[in-house]
């Protein structure tokens, strides 16, 4: 099955990026980023950024802008069945030249996961210093951290501020 990544959610203002892989498949069925009940990205961020916990999409989007965070995926294209990124194939990265030109205030990049990190350092090369960080997948799929370990390591972004 061909897939193909959804447009960044960023403002010029974007000073962190968080990048996923691909979207799973309940993701691309809503048309929304992160969008399967059991990921717990969403409710990392609103329990980071001491937020009332919401599943409408709008206002997920605005703590994401509000608080300076750029969200994208590392991947535009590729195929796979099923949801696990262990199913990739033929990937295409984004364009991230570009989309780093035109957001001059990222200094620090975030990884959703091993995987979306080694798909990055495969396909990006970056022209400057960026902070890199790799963070444990909120994917219902990694079940190998608690929720509460996995959480704690998210907290992070609070010191990049």
Request: contains cysteine.
């Amino acid at each position: 099955m061909k897939s193909f990544s959804f447009s960044p959610i960023s403002s010029p203002n974007s000073n962190i990026l968080i990048l996923g892989t691909m979207p799973g498949t309940k993701s691309l069925e809503l048309n929304q980023y992160y969008g399967h009940s059991q990921n717990n990205f969403w409710k990392f961020l609103f329990t980071i950024f001491n937020e009332d916990f919401s599943t409408d999409y709008d206002i997920r989007k605005k703590l994401l802008l509000k608080n300076n965070v750029a969200l994208w995926d590392v991947l535009q294209y590729c195929d796979r069945v099923g949801s696990l990124d262990s199913a990739i194939k033929n990937e295409i990265a984004n364009d991230f030249e570009t989309f780093l030109k035109n957001h001059p205030n990222i200094k620090t990049i975030l990884f959703n996961g091993q995987k979306a990190a080694a798909f990055f350092k495969k396909y990006v090369h970056l022209q400057k210093e960026y902070n890199l960080i790799t963070l444990p997948s909120t994917s219902p799929a990694n079940a190998s951290k608690t929720y509460k370990s996995k959480l704690e390591e998210w907290k992070i972004i609070r010191s990049l501020y």
